[in-house]
């Protein structure tokens, strides 16, 4: 007699037991709730604003700086040409206002001086910057409190030069050929009051800038 195995029970159970899972599991992704990213942005405006007043003073510094080193290359320029050339040159800027000027020292007729062959130069401060008197310095308010308009031809050649002969330029601070100029004190104030002083020494006809003073608005 042949005898038929049963398959097991235990056997046919176990396999009902674990069916195949053919859905992928879902997981949730990590990420951040509106409430998290509410508060993340609040301490990063926090954090900003209290940066911002020295972002704003080292914004302030520069900018006067570097309208300042543009005036003492013009300066500067003027002390070598007045040397090299063997003519007097000057520098006059805008009470004020935004302009500055190196130009001969004089021009007695356009036809009659070798001043009209001569360089001139122009600087402009920065929007928001302007010249101003120091007040309490005798050489800076006396540079300011007579202004003059020039001639034309002694503006000849630079841009705007129709615009820049309606100007009501300071007294000109003069360069020698002997390397010498007059004692004098310039100063570039920003919209806050920050400003920044530049002395030139007349012996030497030598300039030098100052650290900038902060204004009632910084």
């Known amino acids: 007699m042949i005898s038929?195995?049963?398959p097991s029970r235990d056997a046919t159970d176990c396999r009902s037991a674990h069916p195949a899972d053919t859905t992928a599991s879902v997981r949730r992704q990590p990420g951040f709730t509106l409430?998290?990213?509410?508060?993340?942005?609040?301490?990063?405006v926090i954090a900003a604003g209290g940066l911002w007043p020295g972002i704003s003073r080292a914004l302030t510094h520069s900018r006067l700086k570097e309208a300042a080193d543009g005036v003492q290359v013009l300066l500067e320029r003027g002390r070598i040409l007045a040397i090299e050339r063997t003519e007097p040159f000057q520098f006059r800027f805008e009470p004020d206002g935004q302009a500055a000027v190196l130009l001969p020292a004089e021009i007695t007729s356009p036809s009659a001086s070798t001043a009209?062959?001569?360089p001139r130069m122009l600087y402009l401060l920065p929007e928001g910057l302007h010249f101003a008197v120091i007040e309490g310095d005798s050489g800076s308010e006396s540079l300011m409190q007579m202004t003059e308009q020039l001639p034309p031809e002694l503006l000849s050649g630079l841009p705007e030069s129709d615009r820049l002969a309606g100007i009501d330029w300071s007294l000109p601070i003069v360069f020698t050929p002997g390397g010498t100029a007059v004692d004098c004190r310039l100063q570039i104030v920003d919209e806050t009051g920050s400003a920044i002083g530049i002395t030139l020494r007349g012996l030497t006809a030598v300039s030098r800038v100052s650290h900038v003073t902060e204004g009632a608005d910084q």
Do not use: F, G
Request: hydrophobic letters at 60%; glycine letters at 0%; proline letters at 0%.
């Open 4 to 6: 038929v195995r049963q």
């Open 116 to 118: 009209n062959n001569l």
């Open 35 to 44: 409430i998290e990213l509410l508060l993340a942005l609040t301490v990063i």
